[in-house]
């Protein structure tokens, strides 16, 4: 597979504080990429030096095979950024923005494709109002639309749901996988981490400039072996004592066991029946990438002290 | 080229969207200038023979609204976008650092141009003030206003709030013209200040646009026009020298 970003070795410092300390990283052409970490973990800066924003003190990155600083125009070209801030250009209208903008990529006649993003984001009925007028929710959209009138095969989404309310992250989310089924990289931070589980095939975390893991979800989620939770009522509430030590907590008539195999559920109704207690309610609750997102920041959190 | 282009009309309808305040608002203040000093100096003082000082002034005034308007475009346009953060979209697009110099510095020359003309034309409706020399006078206002935009742009990526920058201005723009000879000839000074006044760049654009609106000038204009273009060069250099290094834009 083809690289589409490729970051080594590459290391930012602000005075004595390293935001970024070498970091490799390779995202391949096609992937639907999620960078996480908890607030000041170095997301936006690694962000930032892919898109020439701020500049690396030492180490290489490339987009598209083209270095961002030796070749910045082609590495440029080859990126759609969607900023993590609500910036805008208060003097044009949405559809005079996305204008301007395709110009500086050298794109003169858009409109086909500028009309196109502007119906697939929703902001059809907005393409004449002034940027001012639009609500915190559409200037978001209208910043995904300025990252894509270039059509370019790397997107990196930096916090792009941040303020929108859920109908339209759901459009937003439908129009970014339809993207990606389209060949485009899609590299995202966010702080909604279910989202990044159903659309990321591969998760990076950041963690004070570090970075802590690099798997795809399916793998760090299968990790959380002990992950399982088996959530009872029972009648009367009361755990066997056969199965105590399974037990995690028990408070508000509720009894979590911790199982490490579904067959041990089996085992667990048996012993309930045999020591005549009534299951009112079972729930199975298993890891999902959140848990694993807090183990990996209290274990790197363990390793430091 | 299609991306210069369209950071460059870009910059023509930033500043035309808001005329009354970028081209009508100067050249009402540089024409209550001219009235004032009108009715108080007209009769008293006549700088070169048979030159009266409204005729004197007149070019003086129209070049220090040249000056000035070239400066506030490339400025405020850049701090603005530093300010409101939309210079990302500048900054991460593939827009070569000379193209954005070039964009830049051509609207603060239309500006420039636009409020020079405005301001020119304004004066004709009251005085009788012939071009003498249309070229030099043009050439003058093209160096001047370029040499002003680019100016401008390196305060305006220089300075990270709006006080910076007006301290840019009253300190260093506001005394450069005034004590460029925009109101009275240097050879009216004390030889010190005189001497002084040499030093100054802005001098010897006032000078050259005032040999081509009247013919005559305090020094010869072909010094003027190397000294201006020497700082223009001097000026565009370290601008595009800035925006190459990312000074204070790309953190």
Not at chain 1, 100 to 125: C, M
Not at chain 1, 205 to 233: E, S, Y
Not at chain 2, 83 to 109: K, Q
């Given at each position: 597979m083809l690289p589409a970003i490729e970051v080594q070795q590459v290391r930012k410092c602000y005075g004595a504080l390293c935001a970024l300390t070498d970091i490799d990283l390779t995202i391949y052409s096609g992937e639907f990429f999620a960078l996480l970490g908890p607030n000041g973990a170095g997301k936006t800066t690694l962000i930032s030096i892919i898109a020439g924003l701020a500049l690396a003190d030492s180490g290489l990155v490339k987009v598209m095979g083209f270095d961002v600083i030796r070749q910045y125009q082609q590495s440029r070209r080859n990126l759609g950024v969607v900023p993590q801030e609500l910036v805008y250009d208060p003097f044009f209208s949405v559809r005079e923005i996305l204008?301007?903008?395709?110009?500086?990529?050298?794109?003169?006649?858009?409109?086909?494709?500028?009309?196109?993003?502007?119906?697939?984001?929703?902001?059809?009925?907005k393409a004449d109002a002034n940027m001012r007028a639009l609500s915190g929710g559409m200037k978001r959209r209208v910043l995904v639309a300025q990252a894509l009138v270039h059509k370019p095969p790397v997107i990196i989404l930096d916090e792009p749901t941040a303020g929108v309310d859920v109908e339209l992250r759901q459009t937003l989310w439908a129009f970014i996988r339809q993207l990606n089924r389209d060949g485009h990289t899609i590299i995202l931070t966010t702080h909604y981490l279910e989202e990044a589980?159903?659309?990321?095939?591969?998760?990076?975390?950041?963690?004070?400039?570090?970075?802590?893991?690099?798997?795809?979800?399916?793998?760090?989620?299968?990790?959380?072996?002990?992950?399982?939770?088996?959530?009872?009522?029972?009648d009367p509430d009361v755990v066997p004592p056969g199965l105590q030590a399974l037990q995690i907590s028990h408070a508000h008539g509720v009894a979590e066991l911790r199982i490490e195999n579904f067959e041990q559920v089996e085992t667990i109704i048996a012993a309930m029946r045999a020591a005549r207690i009534h299951i009112v309610e079972m729930q199975l609750q298993q890891p999902d990438l959140e848990d694993v997102f807090v183990h990996l920041l209290s274990n790197h959190r363990k390793d430091d002290a | 080229m299609t991306g210069f282009l369209t950071l460059f009309f870009k910059e023509l309808l930033r500043f035309w969207k808001v005329s009354f305040q970028t081209v009508v608002a100067p050249m009402v203040s540089t024409l209550l200038y001219l009235l004032i000093f009108y009715h108080i100096l007209?009769?008293?003082?006549?700088?070169?023979?048979?030159?009266?000082?409204?005729?004197?002034?007149?070019?003086?005034?129209?070049?220090?609204?040249?000056?000035?308007?070239?400066?506030?475009?490339?400025?405020?346009?850049?701090?603005?976008?530093?300010?409101?953060?939309?210079?990302?979209?500048?900054?991460?697009?593939?827009?070569?650092?000379?193209?954005?110099?070039?964009?830049?510095?051509?609207?603060?020359?239309?500006?420039?141009?636009?409020?020079?003309?405005?301001?020119?034309?304004?004066?004709?409706?009251?005085?009788?003030?012939?071009?003498?020399?249309?070229?030099?006078?043009?050439?003058?206002?093209?160096?001047?206003?370029?040499?002003?935009?680019?100016?401008?742009?390196?305060?305006?990526?220089?300075?990270?709030?709006?006080?910076?920058?007006?301290?840019?201005?009253?300190?260093?723009?506001?005394?450069?013209?005034?004590?460029?000879g925009v109101f009275y000839t240097v050879h009216s000074l004390p030889m010190g200040w005189q001497y002084l006044s040499h030093l100054n760049p802005f001098f010897y654009m006032i000078d050259g646009f005032r040999y081509g609106f009247l013919g005559v000038s305090d020094i010869s204009p072909y010094i003027s026009l190397l000294v201006v273009t020497l700082c223009l060069a001097v000026l565009s250099t370290l601008a595009i020298y800035m925006l190459k290094s990312g000074y204070k834009l790309r953190t």
């Open positions: 204008k301007i903008q395709s110009g500086y990529y050298g794109i003169s006649d858009n409109d086909a494709w500028i009309d196109e993003i502007l119906e697939r984001l929703d902001l059809a009925s589980e159903t659309l990321c095939n591969r998760v990076a975390v950041l963690k004070a400039g570090k970075l802590i893991a690099l798997d795809t979800t399916n793998n760090l989620v299968g990790k959380m072996t002990d992950g399982n939770v088996l959530r009872l009522k029972l | 007209e009769e008293r003082i006549e700088i070169y023979p048979g030159v009266a000082y409204t005729l004197f002034l007149i070019p003086g005034l129209v070049m220090m609204a040249v000056i000035q308007n070239a400066f506030a475009n490339s400025s405020s346009s850049v701090i603005q976008s530093k300010i409101s953060g939309n210079i990302v979209f500048i900054l991460l697009s593939p827009l070569s650092y000379r193209a954005i110099f070039c964009a830049y510095v051509l609207a603060s020359i239309v500006r420039g141009l636009l409020v020079g003309l405005g301001v020119y034309l304004v004066t004709l409706i009251f005085f009788e003030a012939p071009l003498q020399l249309p070229i030099w006078a043009l050439l003058f206002v093209i160096l001047g206003s370029a040499m002003l935009g680019a100016l401008g742009l390196i305060a305006g990526i220089w300075s990270d709030k709006f006080d910076q920058l007006a301290a840019f201005q009253n300190f260093i723009i506001l005394p450069l013209t005034f004590l460029s």
